[in-house]
């Protein structure tokens, strides 16, 4: 019996990829050994949060880092850093922002559901640029003048999501936020690998980057990667790290946070409730350490692999088309019904079996199903293989019965 039935939950086969709700991905071994042996000792948090600001700066060219309960706690960390500065009283205020500046510069088509964690700070968002490519109305996107003419006094941020569609470049936001000694803040969430991604955005100038430590890093769930400015991160760590300390017998770790920048120390900031445990640094260090050095490839030929065998599985089935995709992490299998109606029935029989396999449902208003091989154990391999093509197979063929949806 498993954990989860011990509890009365069934657990699922996860063949849709990291995603939040199916509770991401599993860790390396040696990434749960780590995470035990951090839990068996305590440690100053302040000077392994310095720590991971080491492994952080070496891994993305960034002057400093910071581990977050995941990349939306760092997009709100970050906005909250860029709205307080290291001001004790700012910090003690947020999210209240009034009197503050507090406006987010963002392109109109950059919006998108995690912008809230930046909201949740206290920013308002300020949306500019139209995009005449993307409403195929036109040949023009957003143009830099009109990022600077949204440009004000209560403005304390631009912000940029990487790899949305039709992203305009990140250079031309960068160019005009500093122009006016503005920060840029980049949601890169989702934009790993290629490795080379973790010191992209930092060399083309963003301010602070967040990357999600739960998707291809492999680190805990509920954790993030934030890097960028020094000030900006000393920043972020004084709206997060628990402060019930009493100054005078504490010595935080020069290196990320000198002395004097704590004339006073703030009270918890709006970060406490994003608490990080010592288990989830380590483990989300040890990941990334990994990640950079290109191990998720170890698995990538047996990944192909399965993609290939259950694209095998499903040739000639009538009614479903199969097809392989390569992306810049594991190879997915797209599975698209003729007759759309049926991916729906498919991903429901599916999730309903014993076990039950979770599929990416994302493209189900198209009539499509989505295998992702990343997060398949690979010695779940082939019962996935066989009962995705039995589920494809029925359900394809049946016709939708009265009253059966
Ligand atoms: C996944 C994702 C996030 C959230 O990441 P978490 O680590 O789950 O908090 C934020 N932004 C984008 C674009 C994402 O894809």
């Known amino acids: 019996m498993s954990i989860y039935e011990r509890y009365g939950v069934k657990p699922v086969i996860n063949a849709a990829g990291t995603k939040t709700r199916l ?3 599993s860790m390396a071994p040696e990434v749960l050994q780590a995470m035990i042996e951090a839990s068996q000792r305590s440690v100053d948090m302040a000077a392994l949060q ?41 910090i003690d205020r947020l999210p209240h922002t009034d009197g503050m500046p507090n406006e987010i510069v ?21 949306e500019v640029g139209v ?25 304390i941020a631009v912000a940029y999501v990487a790899g949305a569609a039709a992203s305009p ?52 769930q509920a954790t993030g990667v934030l890097c960028g400015r020094r000030d900006l991160i000393q920043a972020v760590l004084l709206n997060h790290l628990d402060m019930d300390m009493d100054l005078a017998v504490w010595d935080p770790p020069e ?44 698995t990538l030929d047996a990944r192909r692999e399965l993609a290939n065998d259950i694209v095998q599985e499903l040739d000639g089935v009538e009614g479903v088309d199969a097809s392989l995709i390569e992306t810049a992490w594991y190879p997915r299998v797209s599975i698209r019904f ?38 398949i154990a690979l010695a779940d391999g082939s019962e ?7 589920v494809c197979r029925r359900t394809a063929a049946a016709p939708l019965v009265d009253g059966e949806s």
């Open 169 to 220: 470049p990140l250079e031309d936001f960068v160019r005009v936020a500093h122009a006016h000694n503005l920060p840029v803040l980049v949601d890169a969430a989702g934009e790993l690998p290629p490795e080379e991604n973790l010191r992209r955005f930092i060399a083309a100038g963003a301010d602070l980057v967040a990357f999600s430590g739960g998707k291809a890093i492999g680190g805990p």
């Open 255 to 298: 290196d990320l946070l000198p002395r004097n920048l704590l004339a006073a120390l703030p009270r918890h900031g709006i970060g406490r409730g994003f608490k990080v445990g010592k288990e989830e640094i380590i483990g989300l260090l040890v990941a990334l350490e990994r990640f950079a050095g290109g191990a998720w490839q170890d």
């Open 131 to 155: 995009d005449d490519r993307v409403a195929r109305s036109g040949v023009r996107s957003i143009e830099p003048w009109e990022i600077e003419a949204a440009i004000g006094e209560r403005t």
């Open 338 to 375: 003729t007759a759309a109606e049926a991916a729906e029935r498919a991903y429901r029989s599916l999730l309903d079996g014993d076990p039950g396999i979770a599929l990416d449902p994302s493209d189900v208003h198209t009539g499509s199903l989505m295998v992702n091989t990343g997060t």
């Open 384 to 390: 996935v293989t066989s009962t995705v093509g039995a």
């Open 50 to 90: 310095a720590a991971a600001s080491r492994v952080i700066a070496r891994l993305t060219g960034a002057e400093a880092g910071y581990v977050t309960s995941g990349a939306a706690a760092a997009l709100t960390l970050g906005a909250a850093a860029c709205i307080t500065g290291s001001d004790p009283v700012k």
């Open 23 to 25: 509770g991401g991905g």
């Open 106 to 126: 963002l392109f109109r088509l950059h919006r998108n559901s995690y912008d809230h964690a930046w909201r949740a700070a206290g920013a308002r968002l300020v």
